[in-house]
């Protein structure tokens, strides 16, 4: 089955950068767009990256996407980290039998 | 401003069908540029995502809850619709509604409801 794993938890300190990652089980990364979002706690989802590196107008520049086929993996890297960076980020993409599939979510603390 | 917004009963009994409503106002949902769809969050868990529906009726469902799920929609209304039967406890969630983009195999969520939190309980 395909699955897509992203660690539970990362941490790091304001104004430090953080890569967030989302491996793909089965399959090459590179053959289906990614997808990141962003949910703060009590809200929504909103999303961050698309088709694995754009950005959505007005989400900073400090979010970034990219894809590395010699892991199999997505990631998302957040520069410059802000305390209301602090939220969770989930992966998201697709399969021949399942349109749409999300990671398991990583909860980022800033410390 | 694009806004969605769900409703619909917040406790459903088990066995029952779960039945929820998503308003869309700021955009016609018969737009050909997108799609609608529902995803939803078992409290404290990760996100579920359910189906899709296009303007015109055509579907995509999570092959998981296929057999449960019937998603509709009214344009006269600008609304669509979700209705999950069978339910059971492991049915307990928010439900969100969101704008779907689909472009060939590919489908992502760029506007998303406030959701609702559905118990399923006696």
């Known amino acids: 089955n395909f699955m897509l794993t992203q660690p539970h938890s990362v941490s790091e300190s304001p104004g430090k950068t953080v890569t967030i990652s989302c491996m793909c089980s089965?399959?090459?990364?590179?053959?289906?767009?990614v997808q990141w979002y962003q949910q703060r706690p009590g809200s929504a989802p909103t999303n961050v990256i698309y088709?694995?590196?754009?950005?959505p107008s007005g989400v900073p520049d400090r979010f970034s996407g990219s894809i590395d086929s010699s892991s199999n993996s997505a990631s998302l890297t957040i520069s410059g980290l802000k305390p209301e960076d602090e939220a969770d980020y989930y992966c998201q993409s697709y399969d021949i039998s399942n349109p749409v599939l999300f990671g398991g979510g990583t909860k980022l603390t800033v410390l | 401003q694009l806004q969605l917004q769900e409703s619909g009963p917040g406790l459903v009994k088990p066995s029952e069908t779960l039945s929820l409503t998503c308003t869309v106002s700021g955009d016609s949902i018969s737009s050909n540029d997108y799609h609608w769809g529902w995803i939803r969050q078992p409290p404290g868990k990760g996100l579920e995502w359910i189906g899709n529906?296009?303007?015109?009726?055509?579907?995509y469902y999570n092959p998981s809850l296929k057999s449960r799920v019937t998603i509709s929609v009214d344009t006269s209304k600008n609304q669509f619709s979700l209705k999950l039967s069978s339910v059971t406890a492991a049915d307990t969630a928010v439900y969100y509604c969101?704008?779907?983009?689909?472009?060939?195999?590919?489908?992502?969520?760029?506007?998303w409801g406030q959701g609702t939190l559905v118990t399923v309980s006696s």
């Open positions: 529906i296009y303007s015109r009726g055509s579907t």
């Open positions: 088709e694995d590196d754009q950005r």
């Open positions: 089965s399959g090459s990364i590179a053959s289906n767009y």
């Open positions: 969101a704008r779907t983009i689909v472009v060939i195999t590919l489908h992502y969520f760029d506007y």
